[in-house]
């Protein structure tokens, strides 16, 4: 029969190998010290290298026929417009098309059809930041009437993460320490750790133009910096 030892204070189990005609047993340690819990967390900070606007076109006729051709002569435009700014077509996503009824509602009165309303927006990512503020000023010549964003982001954050999460272990470490010290005691070893959090995507801004903006206003997009954050759960025995 297997032999199970139980402690209160019980860590780690520890299965010996079973040799030929023997069982294996299973013997969970006892905790010989103090068990500490810590949260801590690391930071570091970026610049990001990646701009995602949503933008399109919206037209309106008399027809739904109308409405859409005029839309996708529109939007060719503003296509091509993205092309000659270099931006690749990978780098282009279409993110909703629609045509809707236009009404006139009034009252004690039958809505009344006076049109149809055509939308076509497209996701697109600029790799190149310093380009933004000059390819949204000529999409809004070639065109485009609506216009979201700009979604600041890093392309790939992996290293940026590595460098958080190296940090928040060394700040989950001297924690540790810290407590040891202050009971006089010392750490023995880490018990467990656990991560969460990590790189989200910040949100939009609001919308950034309309087509009727002034022609003469030059748009500037400032990066800034990001934060990317790690944080973990650490265990460590105190003795």
Known sequence: MKKLILSLLGAAIMVAPATAGAQATAVIQPLAGTRLDVAASGEVTRVPDIAIISTGVVTRAATATAAIQQNATRMERVRAALRRAGVEDKDIQTSSLSLNPDYVYAERQPPRLTGYQASNQVSVRFRDIRKTGEILDALVAEGANQINGPTLTIDKPEAALDEA?????????????????????????????SESGGYAVPPPMPMYARAEMASDAATKIDPGEQKVSVSVAMSFELQ
């Open 165 to 193: 999460r190296l940090k928040a272990l060394a700040a989950g470490r001297a924690r540790a320490e810290l407590y040891a010290r202050g009971l006089g005691m010392r750490v023995v070893k880490l018990l467990s750790v």
